[in-house]
């Protein structure tokens, strides 16, 4: 799976990945700013991503976990605004399937889906989610090459609202 995270909200997020249970260390992602990624998964494992309103230990944050099986569509889960010690609204988006709102069992080719909250649920932030055209020229760009690259996943989030949990 390979795409881009874009920040089009008012306010910075920290973004850091975790796989096979080992985290990256966060990175700030300024407004209007972005950042690549791809990665390769046996098709039962989940690559997730952390945005988080800071970088302090108890920063406001949602996941997003992405698989890319190995046949099928892509899965996407939200789960958020995860933060105990500031009282957030919790399970704004916990396991919510992105897999709901498209066409077929998974995000198919050229479909976009939004991540909206309402009021009593906005805390975890608000995002679009697009899967782009697969094309094995961009994934052997981004990745060096390797097998079955031409048929990974393009998918491209952006965030519109930083999730943030006032205390």
Same mark, same amino acid.
């Given at each position: 799976?390979?795409?881009?995270?874009?920040?089009t909200?008012?306010?910075?997020?920290?973004?850091?990945?975790?796989?096979?249970?080992?985290?990256?260390?966060?990175?700030?992602? %300024?407004?209007?700013?972005?950042?690549?990624?791809?990665?390769?998964?046996?098709g039962?494992?989940?690559?997730?991503?952390?945005?988080?309103?800071? *970088?302090? *230990?108890?920063?406001?944050?949602?996941?997003?976990?992405?698989?890319?099986?190995?046949?099928?569509?892509?899965?996407?889960?939200?789960?958020?605004?995860?933060? %105990?010690?500031?009282?957030?609204?919790?399970?704004?988006?916990?396991?919510?399937?992105?897999?709901?709102?498209?066409?077929?069992?998974?995000?198919?080719?050229? *479909?976009?889906?939004?991540?909206?909250?309402?009021?009593?649920?906005?805390?975890?932030? *608000?995002?679009?989610?697009?899967?782009?055209?697969?094309?094995?020229?961009?994934?052997? %760009?981004?990745?060096?090459g390797?097998?079955?690259?031409?048929?990974?996943?393009?998918?491209?989030?952006?965030?519109?609202?930083?999730?943030?949990?006032?205390?």
């Amino acid at each position: 799976m390979l795409g881009a995270l874009y920040n089009t909200s008012s306010k910075p997020v920290w973004l850091s990945v975790t796989w096979g249970g080992q985290s990256s260390t966060a990175c700030m992602l %300024q407004p209007n700013g972005r950042a690549a990624y791809a990665f390769s998964t046996p098709g039962s494992v989940s690559t997730v991503l952390k945005i988080a309103d800071s *970088e302090a *230990e108890d920063a406001t944050y949602t996941t997003i976990s992405l698989r890319d099986p190995v046949i099928g569509y892509p899965e996407i889960t939200f789960n958020g605004a995860l933060n %105990q010690s500031k009282g957030c609204r919790m399970g704004s988006y916990r396991n919510f399937k992105l897999q709901s709102g498209f066409t077929k069992s998974g995000p198919a080719e050229g *479909e976009t889906f939004k991540v909206v909250g309402t009021d009593s649920i906005k805390d975890g932030g *608000e995002y679009t989610v697009t899967r782009l055209k697969d094309d094995a020229a961009i994934a052997e %760009q981004w990745t060096g090459g390797g097998e079955n690259t031409s048929d990974w996943a393009r998918i491209d989030i952006t965030v519109t609202l930083a999730p943030s949990c006032s205390s």
